[in-house]
């Protein structure tokens, strides 16, 4: 398998990682892979399919923008986000990789092919740089799920770092399965060997409690953070008042109610969601829109579960989600624009819960189980953003998807690990159903809760 837990677990930028994280990074590589900028004088992208449908609700006009001006999404202050655009806009004109101005507006520079798509995935974007001779340099790419691109023809396997030999290779789970039996191995063990082939156990570490820091200052920040949301639906954000409520019935112990500790864990994920609709620092986990789940159930770990080693129960957490992760990346997608949010949602449910299983240290059987169990209850589930942004359905849904994976590791832990459906085939159905899916449920905003909300508001008027 081609790919690190630092694929999965990327720190960026909200509100989306296949909207605004890869056309950002796609922006910013178009530019380099032209070479010397010199003779540049202007700049076009376009954006087809889903990108250009839900474009603007992701930020997908601000993310390009960006990237030609050289930002990455781990490096882009989200602070200094709206002073930068306006200043472009202003003067007219993009300082392309921080090194060449051109002329650029947004409203002639960014072309929105609303109804074509490129062939080989419904994100596409193809970037024209002019030249002061009259050529151009012309190039596609595409953003394929959480925060990963390709290049026309390169294949999603090239999607990640090319890869250096690792001593337990894996393209499904029964192969893990088998070889942890074989060595006598945990899942976080095998995963944190084959990352010591690339780097030492000390970077890993360090990647992986970063990672975790994020996380948590994400949740933090969230939880105290009121205010409407951008976008134009006016969407309050909701985590921070019930946080308080929750405090202060905390502190009245008769007021409490026994779904108050869920209540908590849903509120978590809701907090990193809300900071992601609001172009905040996330961490991709798998996906931006699924962001919330994996953070509120590595909190709910760390705090409610008394565990006795809680920095190498997080470090196995993250490193056993992450394993998971690129089995339905490599063998279904984890693009909502080509599955759903079956791909988002669902695979960030079925990698927290085998992430929380292996912390609190059941065997590779139980995670598998877990994992399983995560995925089978969302197979189906559609990508269907109100107004294109990732607010309604998204902010709940992971909530739902916290509580989700709990649920399922907690299944998974009372039984032995036998179990009827394998990963390899849940993950498997999750890609046939994906393609049985009509496009229009696949971040389009064209079908589901996005048509629906807009046609009750339109009787309305
Ligand atoms: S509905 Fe799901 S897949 Fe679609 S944008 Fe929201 S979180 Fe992502």
């Not at 056309?23 to 076009?44: N, Q």
């Not at 360090?206 to 953070?225: F, N, P, Q, S, Y």
Request: one cysteine or more; a negative charge.
């Amino acid at each position: 398998m081609d790919m690190s837990v630092f694929d999965l677990f990327k720190i960026g930028i909200g509100p989306s990682s296949s909207h605004t994280v890869g056309p950002m990074v796609a922006a910013r590589r178009f530019l380099l892979e032209c070479g010397p900028l010199d003779e540049a004088v202007g700049v076009e992208a376009h954006l087809y399919g889903s990108l250009a449908l839900t474009g603007v609700g992701h930020a997908t006009d601000k993310a390009v923008i960006l990237g030609l001006m050289g930002e990455t999404p781990q490096g882009v202050d989200p602070v200094a986000v709206p002073d930068k655009l306006d200043e472009a806009e202003l003067e007219g004109a993009l300082k392309l990789l921080g090194t060449k101005m051109v002329p650029f507006s947004a409203r002639t520079g960014l072309v929105w092919h609303k109804t074509s798509t490129l062939p080989e995935h419904p994100n596409g974007m193809r970037f024209v740089l002019r030249l002061a001779d009259g050529s151009i340099i012309e190039r596609i790419y595409y953003s394929v799920g959480g925060g990963f691109i390709t290049a026309a023809g390169e294949s999603q396997a090239h999607a990640a770092p090319a890869g250096t030999p690792v001593p337990f290779p894996f393209d499904t789970m029964v192969q893990l399965l088998e070889q942890g039996k074989r060595h006598g191995l945990s899942i976080p063990h095998m995963l944190r060997a084959n990352e010591c082939a690339r780097m030492t156990n000390q970077q890993l570490d360090a990647g992986l409690d970063k990672i975790w820091a994020v996380m948590r200052e994400c949740i933090g920040h969230g939880l105290v953070t009121e205010g409407q949301l951008p976008g134009g639906l006016n969407v309050r954000r909701r985590a921070a008042g019930l946080w308080k409520q929750a405090q202060q019935s905390q502190q009245q112990p008769r007021n409490e109610l026994p779904h108050d500790a869920v209540q908590q864990v849903s509120l978590y994920a809701m907090a990193v969601n809300e900071e992601n609709a609001a172009g905040g620092r996330v961490v991709t986990a798998p996906t931006n829109g699924a962001a919330g789940i994996i953070p509120a159930v590595l909190r709910y770990y760390a705090e409610d579960c008394r565990p006795s080693d809680p920095v190498r129960g997080v470090r196995d957490f993250l490193l056993t989600s992450a394993a998971i992760g690129m089995l339905c990346k490599k063998n279904a997608s984890i693009s909502g624009a080509e599955i759903g949010c079956q791909g988002e949602v669902g695979v960030a449910c079925a990698m927290a819960a085998a992430g929380l299983v292996a912390a609190l240290g059941g065997s590779n059987e139980q995670i598998e189980n877990a994992a399983e169990i995560g995925i089978e209850h969302h197979l189906g589930m559609t990508c269907d953003p109100i107004g294109g942004l990732v607010q309604i359905p998204c902010i709940e849904r992971n909530g739902m998807g916290a509580i989700k994976a709990i649920t399922a590791a907690s299944l998974a832990l009372k039984g032995d690990g036998t179990h009827f459906v394998s990963l390899d085939n849940v993950i498997e159905t999750m890609r046939q159903t994906g393609a049985d899916m009509q496009v229009k449920y696949k971040e389009t905003s064209l079908g589901g809760l996005a048509v629906h909300v807009v046609t009750v508001n339109h009787a309305a008027c």
